[in-house]
């Protein structure tokens, strides 16, 4: 649900956070978000990645509450 996605984004920090967002849903690509926090695109492909690979783990210990939906 929406609701838990957005629970599971909340536990990332906020770096990792604003690099999902903005991948996500923004469409931006890991150059550009990179040029923004004026990092390499390999920190933020990075932490992209490993965001992803938390929020998933994230969902499936919280894949209960998809059931009540």
Do not use: C, H, V
């Not at 957005?6 to 996500?24: D, S, V």
């Amino acid at each position: 649900t929406p609701k838990l996605l957005l629970e599971a984004i909340r536990t990332l920090p906020e770096e990792k956070r604003k690099a999902i967002l903005l991948y996500y849903f923004e469409g931006m690509n890991d150059t550009e978000i990179a040029e923004l926090f004026n990092t390499s695109r390999s920190t933020i492909q990075y932490r992209r990645t490993s965001s992803f690979e938390k929020l998933r783990k994230y969902l499936e210990e919280n894949a209960d509450e998809w059931d009540e939906w």
